[in-house]
C-alpha cells in the first residue's frame, strides 16, 4: 500500500511548560547527579534558557546588572594573566589553566543566562510560587539524601555517563569527582573516620552551603500557606535536616544559619513583625534545647573543639592575599597549585602523604579566589553587584522578598568558607531573579 505524501501522519510533540528548564534544574537535579551530569547539567540548559530569552527581543535586564557585566569582562581580560607565575605556587600548563578558567567562565555566563531567563518571564508563564516551591522540593530531596548518607556512607556507584568516558578519564581524580556519584564523603575531621554528606554534589561544603539556601526557601513556602499543617510541616522538615546539618560538621553551615537567623528576625523585629518574631524566638528555643539534649551536642563540641582545617585553609588564604596584592588588577586568570604543602613550603607529595601538597589557590573560598584570578578590580565588581541587590530590594517584607533577602545574606557569609560556581551561585542568582520579579507588578516585566 502506498502513502500519499499530502497524507503522511502528523507527529504531535506534547507542548512543554514555560520555564522547563527551570524546572529540569531544581526539580531533578539529583536525577542529573545519578546520571553522572549534576556538574554539567547548569550550562546544558541555559541553552534552551538563552533561546528563550532570544525568542523574546527585546531582553530586559535587572537594575545594577552593568556591574555584573563588567565582571563578565574582568574574568574574560584575566585570561591574558594565565601565563604569569603567582607567588608561592608551583609552575604549571598553561592549557590546564586555560581549561579551569573556562569552565568558570562557562558557569558564571550560565547564571547570567538564569536570571536573564527568570526575569523575562511573566507571572502567568511561571508564577514566583511555583519557583519557590521548586526549591522547596530540591531542599526534601537534597535533605532525604543527607539522612541516606548517613546510613550508607559507603555508598557509590559508576554513573551512565562516567562509563561512556575513557578509561583514561575515568581515573583522573578530578574528573571522577565530577561524574561519579557518591553519597558522603568519609573524613577524619573528628579524628575518626566519619561520614559528610555531599549527594547530589561532590563535596560537603557543596552540600552544606546549597542545604541551608534551600532551607531558607522551605520554610518561606511553608509558612507562606498560613495552615497550621503546613507551619507544622516546615518544622518537621527544619529537624530532620538538622541531622544531616550537624553531622556534616560543617561550622560555615553553622554561622551562616545563625547569621540567617538573626538579620530575619531584625528585619522582623524593624517591620514589628512580632509574631513571625515570637516564632524565631521559640524555634531557636526548641532547637537548642533538642540539641543539648541528644548526642547532636556531642558533635558540635567535638568540632569546636577539632579546628581540623583551620592552618591549612589559612595557608591558601594567606598564598591568594600576596599573589592579589602582586597583581591587583587583573589577577592571574586562574587558581594556581601552592608550593609544598599546607604546613610548609618544603613538603610536598609523597608515597607516604599522597594528599600533603599542591593545593589549590583559592579553594578555600570564593573571595580567595576573586582575589587571587581577577584581582581586587574584578572582586570589587562581584561584590559591587551582589551588594546592590541586597540594598536595593531592603524593603521588600513579602515573604519571597525576606527569603532572597537572607539567601543573598548567606553568600556573603559563605565567601571566605566555601566555593560558589556550581549550584551555590546559580541559588543566588535564583533569588535575585526572584527579587526583581518581586518588583514588578504581576504579570509584567519593565525595563530598568
Known sequence: MTVRPDRLPTVRYLPLPAGWPLYALLGLFPVWWALGLGEFILPLLAL?????????????????FALWLL??????ISVAALNLEAPDTLSGDVATRTMAAGYRMV????V???ILYLGNLTEEELPKRRVVALLGVFFLQVVLLGCVALLWPQGEFASPFELLLPESLRNNGFVSGLVHPQLAQ???????????PAAPFPYTNAW????SVLLVWFVAWQWARRTTGHKVFAAVGVAV??????????????IGLLVALVYVAARMALRGNVRVLAGIVTAVVVGGAVIVATPLQGVVVERLNNPHSDQGRFAQDKVAVVGALHSPVIGYGSTRNMAGSRQSIAIGKSASCPKCGNSSTGGAGHIWLLLFAHGFVGAALYLGFFGYNLWRHRRDYTPIGVAASTVLVLSFVYLPFYGAIGMPLTLSFVAMGLLWRNAQPAGEVVSS
Open 48 to 64: 534552551p534558557m538563552a533561546v528563550g530569552i532570544w525568542r523574546r527581543r527585546p531582553v530586559r535586564v535587572p537594575r545594577g
Open 241 to 254: 535536616a538538622a541531622i544531616p546539618v550537624i553531622y556534616s560538621v560543617n561550622r560555615g553551615v553553622w
Open 208 to 211: 552544606g552551603n546549597v542545604t
Open 186 to 196: 568519609n573524613m577524619a575531621v573528628l579524628g575518626d573516620l566519619s561520614a559528610r
Open 107 to 110: 558557569n558564571y555566563v550560565a
Open 112 to 114: 547570567t543566562v538564569v
Open 71 to 76: 565582571f563578565l569582562c574582568w574574568v574574560a
